[in-house]
């Protein structure tokens, strides 16, 4: 059993049961640590494609551009004339009126899937099906079932997997989970993080869509609950409050409290106001504040005592380039997942948000 769940009894999580099957898989999965025979090792350069030309493909896309060992080799949209303006914007050779023509181009190493969540198990699974790598945005899927079927996929097919969790790889991240395993702060006994913005009032916005996955759980709750299970891992209790949307039903609020051995977690996500977007870590010997905006931050705060720490470290571009990174790495190792955010970690952070979303009543029209 996970160390996390040692001693909390038959039922963590109070009566939620829901991700225990995953757990368990997810443990059988990290056991074997799976390689693909051929390499991109030798490529000069590793070859992207975009799948979906919307608002956060534009970014990633730019800063794909500032790594050394990378071109966009192809783009797909639904539109082939939205294909074909991205892939001028952005240099790329191939424009495609459709994903699966994407999928099919040989020329392509590794995919980039950047569509609404709900499309995300689709796609990945069919890009890897088609031999492709892939780095999918978060969440990787709607929920723990889904996410199992693209693990089994990866592990089948030998193709790099990845949640782009990007957070897990940002300087400043790396440095505080660095501080806090040495036992800087000593025992961390509380969590506090936010992730809130006021959606525009359109009703045909993607985040409020509940046939696309919509809410705030799943678009932004995921990161203050990454930052809690990259600190104290799986919970063993999850209390979880929503206020929907009135006519599309999604969550426009939702609060959730993670309960440890020995710590709390306070957590909250929203849709309809704005915040200052700074997480609070509390040790008993110091605390770390991560400064605005604390998923993407370009520097922390350590207090020890009296004495207060400033430590800056600037990210290049628009934040994605460490991410990256990690997927040339892993490729390069011909590895089917990254050691800093694995299949297991996506299992289990998309498992905590089933039971949030299960203690609400979010369900997906998929789902039912
Ligand atoms: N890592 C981050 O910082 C970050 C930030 C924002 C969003 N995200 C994630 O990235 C994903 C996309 O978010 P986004 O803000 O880029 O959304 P977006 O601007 O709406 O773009 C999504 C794209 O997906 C494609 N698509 C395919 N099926 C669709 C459908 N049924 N309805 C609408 N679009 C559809 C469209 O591209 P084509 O028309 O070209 O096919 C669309 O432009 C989400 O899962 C989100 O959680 C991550």
């Not at 199992?148 to 505080?176: C, G, K, Y």
């Not at 040495?182 to 985040?207: Q, T």
């Not at 700074?278 to 350590?302: C, D, F, M, N």
């Amino acid at each position: 059993m996970p160390a996390e769940l040692q001693g909390s009894g038959d039922k963590p999580g109070g009566d939620c049961h829901i991700w225990r099957q995953f757990y368990l898989y997810a443990d059988n999965i990290a056991a074997e640590k799976s390689c693909y025979e051929e390499s991109v090792m030798d490529l000069p350069k590793i070859k992207w494609g975009i799948v979906g030309c919307g608002n956060i493909a534009g970014k990633f896309t730019r800063d794909i551009a500032l790594t050394d060992d990378a071109e966009i080799s192809a783009v797909a949209s639904r539109a082939v004339k939205k294909a074909q303006a991205f892939a001028e914007k952005h240099n790329a050779g191939n424009a495609y009126g459709t994903y699966a023509e994407l999928f099919r181009d040989t020329d392509v190493d590794i995919v980039y899937i950047a569509t609404p969540h709900v499309s995300h198990a689709e796609l990945s699974i069919q890009a890897m099906e088609h031999g492709k790598h892939v780095l999918c945005e978060k969440p990787l899927s709607l929920n723990a079932k889904e996410a199992s079927a693209i693990i089994e996929t990866s592990r089948r097919t030998r193709r790099f997997f990845m949640e782009a969790l990007w957070t897990r790889f940002n300087p400043a991240i790396i440095a505080i989970k660095k501080r806090i395993d040495n036992g800087e702060i000593g025992e961390v006994k509380f969590i506090n993080a936010d992730f809130s913005f006021k959606v525009p009032g359109d009703l045909d916005s993607r985040v409020i869509a509940l046939e696309l996955g919509g809410g705030a759980i799943l678009d932004i709750g995921i990161y203050p609950a990454f930052l809690s299970y990259l600190i104290l891992g799986f919970p063993e209790e999850i209390v979880a409050k929503s206020l929907f949307h009135t006519l599309t039903k999604c969550d426009m609020q939702t609060s959730m409290i993670f309960t440890y051995e020995s710590a709390h977690a306070l957590l909250y996500s929203g849709l309809e106001s704005g915040s200052d977007m700074v997480a609070r870590i509390s040790g008993a010997e110091g605390q770390i504040y991560i400064h605005k905006t604390w998923h993407s931050p370009e520097g922390y705060t350590l207090v020890q005592g009296e004495t207060e720490q400033v430590f800056d470290l600037p990210v290049k571009g628009n934040g994605f380039t460490c991410e990256i990174e990690e997927c040339h790495k892993c490729l390069r190792a011909s590895r089917i997942e990254s050691a800093l955010w694995s299949h297991k970690n996506s299992l289990e952070l998309i498992s905590i948000l089933d039971v949030a979303r299960d203690q609400v009543g979010l369900v997906y029209p998929q789902e039912q």
